[in-house]
């Protein structure tokens, strides 16, 4: 039995029990958890308001060999997203993400830069400025750092390095775009422009510093919307429930 604390992101709670929440949650040094706070109704000195979703905690917990579950003893606020709940549309961006975070990553495995790329989005949605096309960015990364990263510097039928001067499809089996030449041997290709396609290059590129310097036009962020909406669904078999309201919501 181990006594275990890191930095953590709330994904989501529920409750269990007469007094005691379930909650997830994504640590800096432990990957996904799962576990139950117990207690946690009534215990105002342990969790208060830490396990709310969004929340940038220190969570401590007790982790048991061979028990999936972990045993949340407390957390500390270090910060938390109220600019978040303002906006309607922010709650909704932002339980996309956190669905995102906890339905794709795998329990207990150490992914450092998918805790550094959720709190960066987290503390990006609390601004006055973001914008919609960001979450494309922040689907792109999370693709790429779980192993499914989109392919758009070559056509993944024959190889050959994008051009201009050629026009390009994208393959939602193959994961990338294919050329001209190579149509014939796939199919359901979406459509894809090489605006497009470009913006996806640069965001492969830039450090996520720079993202806010990204900017699509709308028929580019249509498009990328599109892709990654019929990506994920390939993925992972289903539409996410927060992506259904996402859709009626814009």
Known sequence: MAHLASQAIVLQTSDYAEWDRLASLYTRDF?????????????????????????????????????????????????MFPEIALDIKKITFGNYVLELINTLTPEKVKQTEIFDLLLFFITLLGQEDFREELLRIFEFRLFSLLGYQPQFLHCVGCGQEFSLQNRYKFSIKRGGIVCQGCYSQHTELLPLS??????FQQVQNFTLLKVKRIFFSPAEHEEGKILFDKFLQYHIGKKPKSLEILEQLT
Do not use: M, W, Y
């Open 31 to 79: 990957g996904r958890i799962r576990g139950i706070a117990k207690g946690a109704k009534r215990s105002q000195k342990r969790f208060g308001s830490a396990l709310e979703p969004f929340s940038h905690v220190d969570v401590f917990f007790v982790d048991k060999e061979n028990h999936g579950l972990i045993r949340l003893e407390r957390c500390r606020i270090i910060k």
């Open 194 to 199: 090489n605006g497009t396609i470009r913006i």
